[in-house]
């Protein structure tokens, strides 16, 4: 499904050509590109991959020095796109068979894309509603998540109250075909839906298992359509709805009103516990193929290839959707290969507090235990005082080296803890995240902390997601590395 498309640019083409002169077909998308202001520009066209929530490239071109470009697309089903100009991007819902042409003004701040042609209602209805969703999104200069309760739902009802205007206003909508409608309206939906379901789970702490704040989060996530037209329509909104609902229905479950030392000792197992309750609800089966899929996934994003994942691999792929996710599930699955057991471990560098740069190579030839952490983070700062009861246990042991990996941006606020932390010893550097996240984090698949990571005293990878302190497994494994010296 992510395979990538690439069109030749058909040079000279007159701004007189209209999609009558095609040959109409129905496994197709004709798409016709004006844009004067955009000469030479990059032209793309992409999808979502509903799994990761990623851009999939299906066609991409340039604008000629007529400001024409023009291409097709293969298409089975109705799919929300994203078409993108050089700067200027749009949404569109496109159908096979559509033929669309697009005039592109980057002038007109507002709304700079028009469309005409087969199927040009939808995306300049779905134009019409971006417009009115930036209005609301950051209004006065403040964000809808940044927002007290009141002034959130206010907002969100505002908002909610001009998708409906803008529904009754819109003189093509009824025109429309009856699926192409209900896809338009689950989208305003679906946005105010994953807002609210975003907000509340921002302000609930999951390890409370009563009260209001639970109980509002569970009728927003009630709420999510278990459909799986929304699915093939690729539809980004659906996508984190039910990541919002499989967090909330097949994982927190597990864990919720649990002790932290009880959930880390189900760390292991929580995958596949999660799996099982998926495969016991009686989902649309698109829904629980997919739902089982996310679930592997959020496997593989946080702790990378192991038996489990192994094991969840196989049985999913007995299902008749597999296929659908196959290409996702087995490029996340390749990345992870450089961090297998026995592999070498990748170097990385970073900065003491007193300056100093220091890399991983520097200690071959210990049994280095890396954390990976950061002040702001709290589980991180729950797992410091037992780190410090394991390192007094090898504070004599010169072959064994405890790296701390900090990827604070505020790099005061890490030396302030240190300074804090008296007995927090070990080896410190600082890795700050970025933009790109590079080195560090990409080359380790660091989605979240805390990370530990356990490499052995040939530079050799034993555990890219190696215990926590708190399991207690620890210091029985640098123990047993240490005896093969």
């Given at each position: 499904m992510k395979q990538k498309i690439l069109y030749n640019l058909i040079v000279g083409f007159s701004l007189t050509l209209t999609f009558s002169q095609f040959i109409s077909n129905p496994g197709k998308v004709l798409i016709s590109i004006h844009a004067v202001t955009e000469k030479g520009q990059p032209v793309k066209v992409t999808t979502t991959d509903m799994l990761t929530r990623e851009p999939i490239i299906i066609a991409e071109t340039y604008v000629d020095t007529n400001g024409m470009a023009s291409f097709e697309i293969p298409l089975k089903n109705v799919v929300f796109a994203s078409l993108q100009i050089g700067e200027q991007r749009s949404t569109l819902l496109v159908s096979p068979g559509d033929q669309l042409q697009v005039a592109l003004d980057s002038k007109n701040a507002s709304t700079p894309f028009h469309y005409t042609g087969k199927g040009a209602e939808a995306s300049n209805y779905l134009t019409q509603s971006?417009?009115?969703?930036?209005?609301?999104?950051?209004?006065?200069?403040?964000?809808?998540?940044?927002?007290?309760?009141?002034?959130?739902?206010?907002?969100?009802?505002?908002?909610?109250?001009?998708?409906?205007?803008?529904?009754?206003?819109?003189?093509?909508?009824?025109a429309l075909p009856g699926p192409i409608q209900r896809l338009l309206e689950e989208r305003n939906r679906l946005q105010l839906l994953t807002y609210q379901i975003n907000y509340s789970m921002a302000k609930f702490n999951p390890k409370d298992s009563t009260g209001k704040s639970l109980a509002d989060l569970k009728s927003y996530i009630s709420k999510v359509p278990l459909d799986s037209s929304l699915l093939e329509a690729q539809l980004p909104e659906y996508a984190m709805a039910l990541l919002f609902y499989l967090q909330v229905e097949s994982?927190?479950?597990?864990?919720?009103?649990k002790a932290r030392e009880e959930v880390v000792a189900l760390r292991d197992k929580l995958p596949l516990l999660s799996d099982q309750l998926i495969q016991n609800q009686s989902y649309p089966a698109a829904i629980k193929t997919f739902l089982r899929a996310k679930n592997i996934e959020t496997l593989l994003t946080r702790q990378g290839v192991n038996a489990v994942a192994d094991s969840l691999m196989v049985s999913l792929k007995k299902e008749p959707g597999y296929d659908t996710y196959a290409p996702s599930l087995e490029k996340k699955y390749r990345k992870w290969q450089p961090l297998a057991t026995g592999q070498m471990a990748p170097n990385f560098s970073g900065t003491t507090p007193e300056g100093k740069v220091i890399s991983l190579s520097d200690l071959k030839g210990k049994v280095v235990y890396i954390d990976v952490w950061a002040t702001w983070c709290q589980p991180c700062l729950e797992e410091l005082p037992i780190a410090k009861v394991l390192q007094k246990q090898f504070e004599t042991n010169n072959q064994v080296a405890f790296?701390?990996?900090?990827?604070?941006?505020?790099?005061?606020?890490?030396?302030?803890?240190?300074?804090?932390?008296?007995?927090?010893?070990?080896?410190?550097?600082?890795?700050?995240?970025?933009?790109?996240?590079?080195?560090?984090?990409?080359?380790?698949?660091?989605?979240?902390?805390?990370?530990y990571i356990l490499v052995d005293q040939e530079g050799k990878l034993v555990n890219v997601n190696a215990p926590a302190p708190s399991s207690g497994k620890v210091g029985d494994e640098l123990i047993r590395l240490l005896k093969k010296l």
């Open positions: 971006g417009m009115i969703y930036r209005q609301y999104e950051r209004r006065g200069g403040v964000p809808l998540t940044a927002l007290d309760p009141e002034a959130f739902f206010g907002r969100l009802d505002s908002l909610q109250r001009s998708y409906t205007d803008l529904t009754n206003q819109f003189k093509a909508f009824e994982q927190w479950p597990l864990v919720m009103g790296m701390y990996v900090s990827v604070d941006k505020n790099e005061s606020a890490w030396r302030k803890r240190l300074t804090k932390e008296k007995e927090f010893m070990g080896l410190h550097i600082n890795q700050p995240t970025t933009e790109t996240g590079e080195p560090f984090l990409n080359t380790y698949q660091l989605y979240s902390i805390p990370r």
